[in-house]
DNA sequence: ATGAAAGCGCTAACAT
DNA sequence: ATGTTAGCGCTTTCAT
């Protein structure tokens, strides 16, 4: 830099000025170091401009890499959306450990990040709200919820787990079973609720028995399912709480060679990658990734800039998609029909076209 | 720091090295620093560090978030991978566009990133690479490789796209289309060679009309199989050559209500996630996704750390595994095998308990 | 409109 | 074994 202002025959603090435009420089002056720029090849230092202003432009994302289920969506359009403002992402991967999350979070605070954009790990994660909160560091959390000091946006679980519910309902299943989540997640409760809802809205009595615990994963959600099975009376359908139990779901029937839909109906919380070239392919309300990124990164940033820093924390959610496809057991379909899924169950219940009936 | 150091009554050097154990210091000394840091709850400060040590402790990650295929498992074990050896990722997405990824490549170059690890963007990469070059940062490019002034590292491609053809051809197939990727690629130019060494391995003649575009992407590879079996002659088996040209694949099967693999057999590049759950489950080649990652960042690290910066460019190749399920048409399988493929060939032409002979 | 100089929070050579 | 101090490359206040 020194060297840029050497060449351009003015002071550094000139040459930062016309970096910056942080004041009005003469023309021939500015063109002189934009040409010496160019000749030197010079390139700013983040780093020196950071410690000088005290601020990094960074966003530090902390996220269980593998096991959340939108890790990659999430992350791009975390990248993304804060590009745009001229933010950077740097990645902490918490393993969906606590203990791991905390050393993330201390890792990223050590980088100075300006802002934080949080997936909880499943566990006791007061330590590390906390921290956050005593760090006084811009959070926002995404996806689960737990704590309402914190800024936080995901998906509206519970309309849209009613509308799955109510579809079959209205397919005419009346033994609806759903397999539910870690009964310690927020999405977990909410889905349930959501779940007993649709029943209600339906006419149907929501009974215990059909609610069963796939523990957010694969293998556990199998063994439920088969466990569901093997009742005197097995469910007619089930609803998957979220992508991965899907899974599991799909691995059960498949095993047991239970054709979907004809045997047993099936409609998921979550899209999958694909999800159209499953046999069947599957019924689902998929979540608004992208928005919910954007939306997380437009926060962050009105917090981080001390813009908005009066009004408390905020919740938002938004509205999921309905995709339905075939696993549900309507007619084929040409394609998939998608439409959203409003916040006060509204616009849930006519899918276009209209299902067609199927008794039980 | 300075409250740190005037708590413990020594000077900051003593702090920092206290710190950084850079240095000895009588245990009593260590243990007020030690105190002071407790009671102040002292972070240091990473940026300032960098500034004065030249150096960030970052690896820069430039991907093609959405469209590279393992963007999710590589970023995460690049991250896992780095963070072993105390180094964070900063992510910029290239969106697979040129012109994007310049301007992520100058944007991590002036956070004065330590390292670069590159899944080159389609298209003309060679201003970018040469910036790397004059840059001096190093540098380790992942999966798609062009230029042998860099490391490299991805998965061996010949052999293992030879030992789906193989495998294909002693079912008794001789019509065996491949699907191949974006010619400009050198992944697409090592598969089809894969593909016709595995024919001639087998006995069997390449024909020109049997390679059909599916230009690295779903869509293209749909119409590419329409245009495949509206033929007089249709291929019995199909070798796909990457992961979202398989997603066209089996739609455009699907459409056609053609069974796999009764109909026509399917083998492809690329393992997908949950591609247990297909009906019928596909047979594929799985690329070593943490191997080649961790692979590169610790080529990057050598490098980085001033080791090994003689020996010219290293170009890795990791064997694929073959996963062996039901799309190729073997007899009905209790579950998916694996084995690895390796780089000579061998290892990959028996499957274990041996492929049923099922003539066309 | 431009320049001089004092930091930002740390490291590391040099001194004691 | 510990302390002093000169930077690291930039921003920004205060002068001019």
Redesign the pocket.
Known sequence: ??DV?ARA?????????V??G?????A???ARVERAIEETG????R???S????GTQLIGIVMSALTNRFFVATVAAIDRAGRRHGYNSVLADSRDEVSCEAEALHILLSRRVDGVILAPAAGDRRPVLDRLLTEGVPTVLIDRFEDNRFDQVGVENVQATASLVEHLAGLGHSRIALVSGLSGLSTTQERVAGYKLGLERSGLVPRRELVVSGKSAAEPAERAVNELLDRRHPPTAIVSGNNYMTIGVLRALRARRARVPDDIAVAAFDDIEFADVFQPSLTVIAQPIDKIAATAVDLLIKRMSGVATDCGPQCIRLPGTFVHRESCGCEPLQSSKRWPVSPDGRGSKVPIGGPARRPT
């Open positions: 830099m020194a202002a025959r003015v002071s550094v603090s000139t040459v930062s000025h970096i910056n942080t004041r009005p420089v003469n021939p002056t500015r010079y390139l700013p230092n780093v020196a401009r410690l000088a202003t005290r």
